[in-house]
């Protein structure tokens, strides 16, 4: 069903185009780096008895195949714990005007310190180097000199927009984590897993491509003789990333920061997550009690009563319900902190709650970070929670202007979380909004840095607010999807006459409305940049990730653009540096700004998009899943990537959110 209030006009589809590119994988020209670039040599090495410094210096002529070759390197190696090797490469030369674009502060997600008592005698692990050929590294078991970790017989490319680094692994390795994605809980030795956040127009249902979440930790366990051992690598980089695991070998690129890496020696899963967790990216937040019950949410809820209709059928199910959630449909033209009048009218929401909450029953609206910017030429379409923002100073930019892009609300901007004047701003609006009505918590959606059109499209045009975005919605009338007839797979075999009834009405429809979405519009391919010297790509960079969450593959496809900036000066931070961190950082600040609304109660929470560290403060669910079985399968190995990941507050909308299910498969 849809929303009561279908915002028009529709964009046009064309905003939403974006240039094709070729992932640097995928082209068969790519020049190789390991046969162009002439690797480092360490040199001035200095040892102590927890680690070792060195210099480390172009071999040979720059390559500066996929950017502008970084001639002087540091390499700092900590014995940090017992069960912990640090291993950090970066630029020599560090200032404010680059700090951002190849140091990623620890205030952004957690950076471990080595203890004082730490040494190389105690640890679990060992740390060997050679500069022949050129500079190479290998980490090892200290007891048994078992290899876990090998750049030997590889080079190490930095260069200002493309690192690469390759590790050698054992026979049919096995390798689990890196979350997430929609794939088996092994990951194959022939995948490319990439790291990109972004919202899939196909609502999460297409497997192996990067989808909201960057976690690039992996763990490793290895057989023999009817015993294992088990061990971490965790690379604390946000930029776009592409891991390579081939069938002797994982090759490690980014399109920019340092070499940050960790190794934790375990010896069992258990300890590896646990090391991981406890040592780095923090132990995992503890929700309330009540959120670890039965919750229930779907799109299409029309008013207060319709939810309470919902409840009371539970109750007469005899089905214990803890929470209810609501899509956008409580909101006014989709715009946060807002109601829709008529149908979910504060006056009946407080007497709804205060139902709900005498039941020992909770509520949880959705909300999302973006900001809709209110028609100017019209005053009626005023909307004060924009203007506070923007009297903040609290948007992401382009150039002088706030970077305007397009979201459900139609025409929007987005707060900076990088600044505290935008948390100053997060705060006030949802600790007033729950003055109004006393929610319980929120789930956070389409928190990745996502926008529905390409650059900033809305500075010249936000006197057509409000808009619908630039494709049909679920329950839009006189489109392919006004009504959604599918159903999970056999139910052709249980409800033979509905399943016939229901494909025939959807051959209907789809011959009535063969709209092609967005992304199936031809645009043109862009062909591989060339590194330019002294300057930064950074919408279409010389190497191009598997960014395969939608059609085209370029970073400027459906987000927030790469160039947009933020307000962090003087020397601002780009969308390039912390595009893969805006879902981490306004999980973040929702957070914190409903502990201060619950007076340091504990607040449910959950966010659609997560990054290495976001489990101490938030819970994450598994997209709009699809109501079929395929969908619930795949759902168990999420919730295991997000174990590993330390986000063990997971879940998967069970019998899934699209499409329809059936009693066979919510039973």
Same mark, same amino acid.
């Given at each position: 069903?849809?929303?009561?209030?279908?915002?028009?006009?529709?964009?046009?589809?064309?905003?939403?185009?974006?240039?094709?590119?070729?992932?640097?994988?995928?082209?068969?020209?790519?020049?190789?780096?390991?046969?162009?670039?002439?690797?480092?040599?360490?040199?001035?090495?200095?040892?102590?008895?927890?680690?070792?410094?060195?210099?480390?210096?172009?071999?040979?002529?720059?390559?500066?195949?996929?950017?502008?070759?970084?001639?002087?390197?540091?390499?700092?190696?900590?014995?940090?714990?017992?069960?912990?090797?640090?291993?950090?490469?970066?630029?020599?030369?560090?200032?404010?005007?680059?700090?951002?674009?190849?140091?990623?502060?620890?205030?952004?997600?957690?950076?471990?310190? &080595?203890?004082? +008592?730490?040494?190389?005698?105690?640890?679990?692990?060992?740390?060997?180097?050679?500069?022949?050929?050129?500079?190479?590294?290998?980490? %090892?078991?200290?007891?048994?000199?078992?290899?876990?970790?090998?750049?030997?017989?590889?080079?190490?490319?930095?260069?200002?927009?493309?690192?690469?680094?390759?590790?050698?692994?054992?026979?049919?390795?096995?390798?689990?984590?890196?979350?997430?994605?929609?794939?088996?809980?092994?990951?194959?030795?022939?995948?490319?897993?990439?790291?990109?956040?972004?919202?899939?127009?196909?609502?999460?249902?297409?497997?192996?491509?990067?989808?909201?979440?960057?976690?690039?930790?992996?763990?490793?366990?290895?057989?023999?003789?009817?015993?294992?051992?088990?061990?971490?690598?965790?690379?604390?980089?946000?930029?776009?990333?592409?891991?390579?695991?081939?069938?002797?070998?994982?090759?490690?690129?980014?399109?920019?920061?340092?070499?940050?890496?960790?190794?934790?020696?375990?010896?069992?899963?258990?300890?590896?997550?646990?090391?991981?967790?406890?040592?780095?990216?923090?132990?995992?937040?503890?929700?309330?009690?009540?959120?670890?019950?039965?919750?229930?949410?779907?799109?299409?809820?029309?008013?207060?009563?319709?939810?309470?209709?919902?409840?009371? /059928?539970?109750?007469?199910?005899?089905?214990?319900?803890?929470?209810? &959630?609501?899509?956008?449909?409580?909101?006014?033209?989709?715009?946060?902190?807002?109601?829709?009048?008529?149908?979910?009218?504060?006056?009946?929401?407080?007497?709804?709650?205060?139902?709900?909450? /005498?039941?020992?029953?909770?509520?949880?609206?959705?909300?999302?970070?973006?900001?809709?910017?209110?028609?100017?030429?019209?005053?009626?379409?005023?909307?004060?929670?924009?203007?506070?923002?923007? +009297?903040?100073?609290?948007?992401?930019?382009?150039?002088?202007?706030?970077?305007?892009?397009?979201?459900?609300?139609?025409?929007?901007?987005?707060?900076?979380?990088?600044?505290?004047?935008?948390?100053?701003?997060?705060?006030?609006?949802?600790?007033?909004?729950?003055?109004?009505?006393?929610?319980?918590?929120?789930?956070?959606?389409?928190?990745?840095?996502?926008?529905?059109?390409?650059?900033?499209?809305?500075?010249?045009?936000?006197?057509?607010? #409000?808009?619908?975005?630039?494709?049909?919605?679920?329950?839009? #009338?006189?489109?392919?999807?006004?009504?959604?007839?599918?159903?999970?797979?056999?139910?052709?075999?249980?409800?033979?006459?509905?399943?016939?009834?229901?494909?025939? /009405?959807?051959?209907?429809?789809?011959?009535?409305?063969?709209?092609?979405?967005?992304?199936?519009?031809?645009?043109?391919?862009?062909?591989?940049?060339?590194?330019?010297?002294?300057?930064?790509?950074?919408?279409?960079?010389?190497?191009?990730?598997?960014?395969?969450?939608? %059609?085209?593959?370029?970073?400027?496809?459906?987000?927030?653009?790469?160039?947009?900036?933020?307000?962090?000066?003087?020397?601002?931070?780009?969308?390039?540096?912390?595009?893969?961190?805006?879902?981490?950082?306004?999980?973040? /600040?929702?957070?914190?700004?409903?502990?201060?609304?619950?007076?340091?109660?504990?607040?449910?929470?959950?966010?659609?998009?997560?990054?290495?560290?976001?489990?101490?403060?938030?819970?994450?669910?598994?997209?709009?899943?699809?109501?079929?079985?395929?969908?619930?399968?795949?759902?168990?190995?999420?919730?295991?990537?997000?174990?590993?990941?330390?986000?063990?507050?997971?879940?998967?909308?069970?019998?899934?959110?699209?499409?329809?299910?059936? &009693?066979?498969?919510?039973?």
């Amino acid at each position: 069903y849809p929303p009561p209030f279908p915002p028009t006009p529709i964009l046009p589809s064309s905003i939403h185009n974006a240039p094709n590119v070729t992932p640097t994988v995928l082209d068969p020209a790519a020049p190789n780096p390991q046969t162009q670039c002439p690797g480092y040599l360490a040199s001035n090495v200095q040892e102590s008895a927890n680690g070792l410094t060195a210099e480390l210096n172009l071999a040979g002529a720059a390559c500066e195949v996929y950017g502008n070759e970084i001639a002087e390197l540091v390499l700092d190696v900590q014995y940090q714990s017992k069960q912990r090797l640090a291993v950090r490469i970066f630029p020599k030369f560090l200032a404010p005007t680059n700090r951002s674009q190849y140091i990623l502060d620890d205030g952004l997600t957690p950076e471990p310190e &080595m203890k004082s +008592e730490s040494t190389r005698a105690a640890s679990d692990l060992d740390f060997q180097w050679s500069n022949s050929p050129s500079f190479q590294f290998q980490v %090892s078991r200290a007891v048994s000199g078992e290899i876990l970790f090998s750049t030997y017989g590889r080079k190490i490319i930095f260069e200002d927009q493309f690192l690469e680094l390759h590790t050698t692994m054992v026979p049919d390795y096995n390798v689990y984590g890196l979350a997430g994605t929609q794939r088996g809980f092994r990951i194959p030795n022939n995948y490319t897993q990439t790291f990109w956040n972004a919202y899939n127009l196909n609502n999460d249902l297409a497997l192996d491509v990067n989808g909201h979440d960057v976690h690039p930790m992996y763990l490793e366990t290895r057989y023999s003789n009817g015993s294992s051992l088990s061990h971490g690598v965790y690379a604390r980089n946000a930029h776009g990333q592409d891991w390579i695991l081939g069938p002797n070998a994982i090759v490690y690129r980014t399109i920019g920061g340092s070499f940050d890496f960790y190794f934790l020696s375990g010896p069992t899963p258990k300890e590896v997550i646990s090391q991981y967790q406890v040592g780095i990216v923090k132990t995992p937040i503890l929700p309330p009690y009540w959120a670890l019950g039965f919750h229930q949410v779907r799109w299409s809820y029309q008013n207060w009563t319709n939810l309470q209709d919902v409840i009371d /059928a539970y109750a007469t199910a005899g089905i214990q319900l803890e929470g209810i &959630m609501n899509d956008l449909d409580y909101l006014q033209l989709n715009r946060d902190f807002t109601n829709n009048p008529g149908h979910y009218d504060v006056t009946q929401g407080i007497d709804f709650l205060d139902k709900l909450h /005498a039941a020992g029953q909770h509520y949880m609206p959705i909300l999302d970070p973006n900001i809709y910017v209110p028609n100017p030429a019209n005053e009626s379409d005023a909307y004060p929670t924009y203007n506070r923002g923007a +009297e903040l100073n609290a948007y992401i930019r382009n150039g002088e202007n706030f970077y305007t892009g397009v979201e459900w609300p139609g025409f929007c901007v987005f707060p900076d979380f990088l600044t505290s004047s935008a948390r100053q701003f997060w705060t006030e609006q949802i600790t007033a909004f729950h003055q109004k009505l006393a929610f319980d918590g929120f789930w956070l959606d389409v928190s990745d840095a996502t926008s529905f059109c390409t650059g900033s499209c809305g500075e010249d045009l936000v006197e057509k607010n #409000p808009i619908h975005v630039p494709f049909p919605l679920p329950g839009d #009338p006189n489109s392919s999807v006004a009504v959604d007839y599918r159903y999970p797979e056999f139910f052709s075999v249980t409800n033979t006459s509905e399943a016939a009834s229901a494909s025939a /009405a959807l051959a209907s429809q789809s011959a009535a409305y063969p709209t092609l979405p967005p992304e199936a519009t031809p645009t043109p391919v862009y062909p591989r940049t060339l590194p330019t010297p002294g300057v930064r790509n950074l919408n279409f960079p010389p190497y191009a990730i598997n960014n395969n969450v939608n %059609s085209g593959k370029s970073l400027v496809k459906q987000v927030i653009s790469p160039n947009a900036t933020h307000n962090d000066g003087p020397y601002n931070s780009t969308e390039y540096e912390l595009h893969n961190l805006y879902g981490h950082l306004s999980a973040r /600040a929702t957070y914190n700004s409903l502990v201060a609304t619950y007076d340091n109660k504990r607040p449910f929470f959950i966010a659609r998009s997560t990054f290495a560290g976001s489990g101490a403060f938030a819970g994450h669910w598994g997209g709009d899943g699809i109501s079929q079985w395929w969908y619930m399968y795949f759902g168990i190995s999420q919730a295991l990537q997000f174990a590993i990941a330390g986000i063990p507050y997971f879940g998967v909308e069970t019998c899934g959110f699209n499409a329809n299910a059936d &009693m066979e498969l919510c039973t």
